[in-house]
């Protein structure tokens, strides 16, 4: 029986959308997790030249479907003053009434952060913790720091850099991610795992609670 091709989703969340850092490190990973799985991609950043869509939310029924298709995701930031991009926070928030469903539940996570010098390991972390919470699982060696700093020090000091992360890291991060979504769709032949989720409040999590 030939083996199905897990459908893994790139999401770009950079401030920058199809020019900025996070674009470059995306289309490599693309290029290494497509020998292994189908890949889609996205770009979360409204294009300028569009209308705006302020106040709008980003959590469209097209990227709806392309999450619902995908069986595991690849997020994209930089670091933003010690955060994650103000697209990704947009994202997230609208995302929320999606909280624990099929979307989202057990499918793996894989998060590349990039930086210039500060912050990205906080943002890689609690990013991280956010996507357990909507529902995914985390595979191990997953989450990337990418920093212009630890590139620049490399060039000083290889010897010390063999201990930073460094861009060949990609490659393991794209590898677990494809691992994991492949064994979920094994799990999904033989005994798909019944995830479960805790009640969410759908209808009041935006109400205000101070009296
Ligand atoms: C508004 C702004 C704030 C930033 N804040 C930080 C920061 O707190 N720490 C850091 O190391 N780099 C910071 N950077 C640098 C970016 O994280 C870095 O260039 C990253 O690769 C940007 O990704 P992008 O090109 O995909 O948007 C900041 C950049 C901008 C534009």
């Known amino acids: 029986m030939p083996t199905a091709r897990p459908r893994i989703l790139l999401l770009n969340a950079s401030l920058a959308g199809d020019d900025g850092n996070t674009a470059v490190i995306l289309t490599r990973a693309r290029r290494r997790i497509a020998r292994r799985a189908t890949v889609e991609s996205v770009t979360l950043a409204v294009p300028p030249a569009s209308p705006s869509r302020a106040g709008s939310s980003t959590f469209t029924p097209e990227l709806r479907a392309a999450l619902?298709?995908?069986?595991?995701?690849?997020?994209?930031?930089?670091?933003?003053?010690?955060?994650?991009?103000?697209?990704?926070?947009?994202?997230?928030?609208?995302?929320?009434?999606?909280?624990?469903?099929?979307?989202?539940?057990?499918?793996?996570?894989?998060?590349?952060?990039?930086?210039?010098?500060?912050?990205?390991?906080?943002?890689?972390?609690?990013?991280?913790?956010?996507?357990?919470?909507?529902?995914?699982?985390?595979?191990?060696?997953?989450?990337?720091?990418?920093?212009?700093?630890?590139?620049?020090?490399?060039?000083?000091?290889?010897?010390a850099a063999r201990d930073f992360w460094c861009e060949a890291d990609l490659g393991i991060v794209c590898h677990n991610l494809a691992e994991a979504a492949r064994l979920t769709l094994k799990d999904a032949r033989a005994a798909a795992p019944r995830w479960r989720h805790w009640p969410v409040d759908r209808r009041d999590f935006r109400a205000r609670w101070i009296a």
């Open 68 to 159: 619902g298709r995908a069986d595991a995701f690849l997020f994209g930031t930089g670091t933003h003053w010690d955060s994650w991009s103000s697209v990704l926070q947009k994202f997230l928030e609208d995302a929320t009434p999606a909280e624990g469903t099929a979307i989202w539940l057990g499918k793996p996570a894989a998060v590349v952060v990039s930086e210039h010098s500060t912050g990205g390991k906080g943002v890689l972390s609690r990013l991280q913790g956010v996507l357990v919470t909507l529902g995914c699982t985390l595979p191990p060696m997953s989450g990337l720091v990418l920093s212009r700093a630890a590139l620049a020090a490399a060039k000083h000091d290889r010897a």
